[in-house]
């Protein structure tokens, strides 16, 4: 595919309008008009949508001079040429407002021409005068006159253009009825149907409702759309101008995914447009939303290139608050010392050109920086500064922030007197502004002032009024901030009960506002941001459980750490349970299909160096990529939003302890659950009858065993076996010895990973030092025990339940060394073509589908899938993962012979019906994806075990293609004798260990089972 393909995708698909190398367009339209040949006008038409209504009413216009001239001939010839061009623009895009011109133009008499030409004369003159403040009245006199000429003549064009001046003239001269005017002009162009300006009347409408009327939600309706049918249309322009208002609006509305979606989407359509100006202003836009919503590291990407922008044109104006956002974002990655050399540059930009404003944010925020390194002193000498710049310059909320850091650092230094005299402050200052987020900050500083000078009452005042501003302002993440505030000081104070009360009250105005979010990937970034608060609580739990073991506090902090893993996932396989999919309409799902096709097969092309060129046409390339996946996220949302069985679905509750006691475990297993966060981390060992809770250091300890024991395990060339096990034993005891009572009576571990944990195989754990140099001879964990993963425990009880109804399938689907084209860059896997045929061949009379070579195909895994079920379904090939966007990770396959594209995605994974016991991905990396704290790795486990597999076997790492072949057969040989899945597993990786060629465990270790055991 060429870069010309990229962009016709682009085009039809995402919205996007070809920029102006049209110039030639007017003249190669017209000389084919004037020859007829009408294959080559609708080819113009098709890529010139949005330039064909002015041919067309320069046509038009030809015909009424020629008639009322008389002549004839020439008049007859121009309305030919308007029937054919009105012809094709229908056929091609089904909209009748050309056609409906040329039938009025051929059926005037000569005055009524005249009139006609009058009135187009009138409204060109209003449009024209209508930008100048001292001519506007006149402009509406004469849009009223053309209007009143249009009514009598039926003209709907004329009708609709000049209604749409007249509702943009009252903006200005009558703003009261600048909603009324607006909806006029908007059934005037409907009646027209006119799309591109009933595109522009939507979006007038929709601001009249956000900045006249008050209404967001009403806005929010005709923004979204105009939206539609600018998109629809290619209107890429006017789309450059609404994008970031409809993210702003989302972003006032505290829907940040959904203002990040329109601010992405605005930075491609600017991108595009070459609109530099716009392009930067977006792009800092979406820095400061994706720092908001915890993205920092995506975040700094977009504030850099915007303020690469604004200094390639030296405009020191808009580059001194991007640095400054900069700043901000390094506080919150932890580099203090980027964030404070950003704000000095900042501070020498403000002195430059003399701008106390850009000062006294910076000197704010220098403050902040060092608050967060823990040194108040100097923080609150910088809010000082600032606060003495704000109020130079009378800027009271600068006043007011600087205010309220000034309250916060004396309180941290323990300054109690200060730190009340401040926050009291603030409290006057937020009132008078009416600025409810920060009255209730200062009100929690007040609140937490009280507590610690023993004013307990006061303190509970502070915080009640808090929680019913929240309340009034329909806030919940401000309840349940305050009420974790509020807990923490309870706790502090050793009013546990208190505490546990106000906790879980939080939590439960944070599960309010999470499943208000529109899709999964919300959700999951929802938790993502909150996952703090469920860490915090988490931590609260194991305190109190080990001052009181006999407490609820062991049952909670179970419930609370499933309440914060996988939730997302848990709705999902809820959706799959109810068969959401079924009431999906098929245009959507279709043009969902085609998208995902578009963008793997621009994707292919980008990579392979397909769109060689210029620097400017790669450039444009993934722009037309980034457009096609801004269409993909939009119907996505679409879908849900028509499709009636989201509103009806009840989503699961979190697994309580004891259920999990009784439904999930036996009497040999051994569930580990972790919750790792800043200050500790959380080991809960489970059985039937007992459960116990440990306290493991830290997420930043964790982390480093993890990346120390991960080197060592994906070395092959690492010889000396002591050198490994020091590793992998100090790692086990660090997270699975501290339950070794536990652990030790078990058969089977289930592990409930959480964070850096996700990327640790723990059956190549060392449970003893080296006692030998050969890794053949090491105390594995897997020697001794099975070992299967979950997302959570909520996770493999849904998964059970989904399994309950479903028909016991028999047999193999079998999927190894495809035939991939050259264009794919992937070599052939010789030895999975092996594997299958021997995995095969273990089957007897069992029913089995085998498929390698040119017949590994997309559409041949497709069709057999839903000609019958499989117990098992087994692809030995390569996995891709793409971890900015999981749900274009997937399983690489022969093209076929169809149109499918050999690339099958974890998007279309989701939208098949697999029911297999298990699925084998023998492929590398195929367990890994995305990391979303609280969520996990996102990938293609989810979207095979959403499509009905009960357990997916997957690597963490790129995997030896022969090694990987016997690993697999000695798999299967142990499942073909009716041993449990997770058992067959351990025995083929015991085997490799005993024969010593692959007894490193990079070759064993690397493919785990997620999901549920059994036979």
Known sequence: ???????????????????????????????????????????????????????????????????????????????????????????????????????????????????????????????????????????????????????????AQGEAAARGGIGYLHWFLDRSRYLEMNLAALRAREAADDRQLIGNSLYDVGLAYQAVERSPMDALHYYR???????????????????????SLYRSMGDLAMARRYYERAIVANAWAGDDRRLAISERNLGVLLSEMGFHSDALGHLRRALDVYEANEDAENAAPVISWMGVVHRRLGDYEAAIESYQRAIEIANEVDNPEWLADAYNNLGVVFAFADRYDRAASYYRRALTQFES???????????????????????????????????????????????????????????????????????????????????????????????????????????????????????????????????????????????????????????????????????????????AFLDLLAEALADVEAGVDPVLRARSTQLMEAITEARQTLTAGGASGTRGESAAGVVALDSLEAAYDQIKRDIRASNPRYGELQYPSPASLSEVQASLLDAGTVLLQYAVGDSSTTLLAVTTDEAEMYRLPGRDVIQDRVELFRFALTNQNQADASVYATGAFALYQLIVEPAAGLVGEADRL?????????????????????????????????????????????????????????????????LGDPVFTPESGLARLPYSGQEVDAIAGMFGSAPVQLFTGDSASEQGLKSALTNRSYKYLHLATHGLVNEDRPDFSGIALAPGSSDQDGFLQAAEIFNLRID?????????????????????????????????????????????????????????????????????????KRSLISEGTFAHPFHWAPFVMVGEGGP
């Open 1 to 155: 595919m060429k870069l010309q393909r990229i962009i016709l995708l682009a085009l039809i698909f995402g919205g996007l309008a070809l920029p102006s190398s049209a110039q030639r367009f007017d003249l190669d339209l017209r000389a084919a008009l004037q020859a007829g040949e009408e294959p080559v006008v609708e080819q113009l038409v098709q890529a010139n949508r949005l330039a064909v209504k002015a041919e067309a009413d320069s046509l038009l216009h030809r015909v009424l001079v020629e008639h009322i001239a008389g002549r004839a001939e020439a008049a007859g010839t121009a309305l030919d040429q308007a029937r054919m061009l009105a012809g094709v623009f229908e056929r091609l895009f089904g909209e009748t407002s050309i056609a409906s011109s040329v039938s009025l133009a051929g059926s005037l008499s000569r005055e009524e021409q005249a009139e006609k030409l009058r009135a187009d004369s009138l409204e060109a003159r209003a449009t024209a005068l209508r930008a100048s403040r001292d001519t506007r009245e006149e402009a509406l006199d004469l849009y009223n006159q053309a209007l009143a000429v249009y009514e009598r003549l039926g003209d």
């Open 225 to 247: 759309r105009s939206d539609s049918i600018r998109a629809a249309i290619g209107d890429s322009l006017a789309m450059n101008r609404m994008l970031p208002v409809i993210a």
């Open 393 to 567: 310059i009378g800027s009271a909320r600068g006043r007011l922030d600087a205010t309220l850091n000034i309250a916060d650092s004396h309180f941290e230094l323990k300054e109690y007197g200060p730190a009340e005299e401040f926050g009291d402050r603030a409290l006057v200052l937020a009132d008078s502004v009416g600025d409810p987020i920060r009255t209730g900050r200062a009100l929690g500083t007040l609140g937490s002032v009280y507590a610690r000078t023993a004013r307990i009452a006061e303190s509970d005042r502070a915080f009640d009024r808090i929680l019913e501003l929240a309340a009034e302002m329909r806030m919940p993440e401000m309840t349940a901030g305050a009420l974790i505030q509020r807990a923490e000081l309870e706790a502090e104070r050793g009013e546990a009960q208190r505490a546990l009360t106000d906790y879980e009250a939080a939590f439960e105005a944070l599960e309010r506002t999470r499943i208000a979010q529109s899709t999964d990937e919300d959700r999951a970034g929802y938790l993502a941001q909150q996952r703090y608060a469920y860490e915090e609580f988490t931590h609260f739990l194991a305190e109190q459980h080990a001052v009181d073991p006999d407490g609820p506090y062991l049952d909670r902090a179970f419930e609370y750490a499933e309440r914060g893993k996988a939730r």
């Open 750 to 814: 289930i592990i409930i990973p959480d964070g850096a944990l996700h990327y640790v195989p723990f059956e190549a754990l060392v449970t003893s030092p080296a006692a030998s140099d050969d890794f053949g001879e090491l105390s594995y964990l897997v020697t001794s025990h099975q070992v299967t993963y979950a997302p959570s425990a909520s996770v493999l009880l849904q998964l059970r339940e989904s399994r309950s109804d479903s028909k016991a399938a028999e047999g193999l689907l079998a």
């Open 916 to 988: 297999a016991d298990m699925v084998v991905l023998s492929a590398c990396e195929t367990g890994l994806g995305r990391m979303v704290r609280g969520e996990g790795l996102v990938g293609l486990t989810r979207a095979f075990m959403y499509a009905g597999a009960s357990s997916v076997v997957v690597s963490l790492w790129s995997v030896a293609d022969e090694s990987t072949a016997v690993l697999m057969e000695r798999f299967y040989e142990g499942l073909t004798t009716s041993v449990a899945r997770e058992s067959a597993l351990a025995q083929a």
